[in-house]
């Protein structure tokens, strides 16, 4: 397993996501998305994207971004080129793309793969204010009462925006943590989340939590 830590100071420019599965249209028949062809389907998500990331905004991808027969990292190349900003992509199970590290200011969107990401906000110090952890899958004993700073987002299990889970996975749901969120766009309005979004939606679930 690959794993990378990298500390962002600058949120305001800083999004998640994850499973887009572009070129998979049985997705969106599993998961009822509200495309009528895989080429609809495609170019929503990549409108969706463009439409709140700006041009050098950088978007933490926990997986499955596409479906390909076998490895080919130009396909991926292919597709983040249409999609604003810069891209670091946490592999999912059908992410068939090699291992690579670029320069973090590399000119391609995509600029580097991984299985597990460790991402620290900090202050113009360099503090750590929060700390995500970025996985495909979700952490089944997260910790959710040591630091109540730590957070991971993941993607996977195709969470629907009531929240429900359907598949092998529905049964993960009461081992899930407050502090952990399914960025995926199904449960996200087919659309990256912001940093700002994501912290709001962790406030909620910590003050539900606590009632």
Known sequence: MNSLSLNVKDVDKL????????????????????????SEMSTALIENWNKVVP??????????LMLLKEED????????????GRQILIRGNHDKVPEFKAEIFDTNHLIMTCDLLKLQIVDDEGITLNTIIACHYPML??????????????????????????????DIIPALRYNQYDVGVDQNNYTPVSYIQLMSIFKE???????
């Open 205 to 211: 679930r910590h003050i539900t939590n606590i009632q």
């Open 141 to 170: 004993t997260f910790p959710h009462k040591i630091n109540k700073d730590v957070f991971q987002i993941y993607g996977h299990v195709h969470t629907l925006k009531d929240g429900t889970i359907s598949g092998y996975d529905k």
């Open 73 to 84: 990292i130009k396909e991926y190349h292919k597709v983040c080129n249409k999609l604003n």
């Open 15 to 38: 999004f998640f996501t994850s499973d887009l599965h572009i070129n998979h249209f049985n997705i969106a028949k599993i998961c009822n998305r509200p495309y009528n062809t895989c």
């Open 55 to 64: 041009k050098d905004g950088l978007v933490i991808n926990c997986g499955d």
